[in-house]
């Protein structure tokens, strides 16, 4: 039962690595638009890419907390986590920005001239993943905040991406086909995981709203943002999370 934390995170890693599967193998086929034709990947296998993600998540936040329910923390475990992390939500998510990123250029018409140099940038994400997981293990933790943006928290948004162009949510596909904004994704949350911003934890002491009201405070608002932004809840969740940590920055270094 000791191994039980273990056994979830490499239900993680499972996960991880099974939606690179999908990501990887999105058929792409040609469509016809003004008189155009374009090269562009089936958003499906992205699709069940980012679910896989979202279900690897579920099984980080319970490695943790059954870790700290049945007292079986352990060095092996932080590392493994760590490693799972990576690839979950370093990996994986750099592989859907690297298909994102292949169907916005290939929309230009010079497409052809593309050099693999221009998608390789995406490969920076699980660099500065395992910049900041590596930086986590050697620091001690704190109760109530991270150093930086969390490694999961910049994979889960990257992974709301193929929701958003499946459903178009709010027309906001013509945002994610476009280069430079994909690009301005990436070096965002790159820098995001490696600054030294206080960025609040979900580890509860007790539950009062003078301790925590900046946890309440986004539960509620990203409860309310997937009632009415659906996919794109994950990119609202994101903005709020840095805001209310950025406003509670104070409290949270006194804590």
């Known amino acids: 039962m000791k191994q039980l934390p273990n056994v979830l995170t490499l239900g993680n890693l499972f996960c991880g690595t099974l939606s690179l599967v999908f990501i990887l193998q999105s058929p792409c086929y040609i469509s016809s638009y003004n008189g155009q034709d374009y090269l562009v990947t089936a958003p499906e296998p992205l699709f069940w890419g980012s679910v896989l993600i979202g279900i690897a998540a579920i099984l ?26 990576i690839v979950t939500f370093g990996v994986a998510p750099a592989m ?28 920076l994400l699980p660099c500065f993943a395992a910049w900041r997981l590596a930086r986590f293990n050697i620091h001690q933790a704190t109760q109530h905040y991270f150093i930086g943006l969390p490694t999961p928290a910049a994979g889960l948004v990257v992974a709301s991406f193929p929701l958003i162009l499946l459903k178009d949510t709010f027309h906001l596909s013509t945002y994610l086909q476009n280069i430079w904004i994909l690009y301005a994704i990436l070096v965002v949350l790159c820098y995001l995981m490696v600054c030294r911003w206080p960025m609040f934890s979900f580890k509860f002491n007790n539950f009062n709203w003078k301790n925590n009201w900046y946890r ?40």
């Open 216 to 255: 309440y405070v986004w539960v509620i608002l990203f409860v309310a943002s997937i009632i009415w932004l659906h996919a794109a809840a994950g990119i609202c969740g994101l903005v709020l999370y840095i805001m209310l940590s950025l406003l509670a920055r104070k409290q949270l270094l006194t804590e």
């Open 60 to 85: 980080d936040f319970a490695d943790g907390f059954v870790a700290r329910w049945m007292k079986a923390n352990s060095e092996m475990g932080k590392q493994l986590d760590s490693l799972a992390d």
């Open 96 to 123: 859907i920005l690297f298909q994102l990123l292949k169907n916005a250029y290939m929309q230009l018409p010079d497409a052809i001239n593309v050099s693999i140099i221009n998608l390789a940038f995406t490969l």
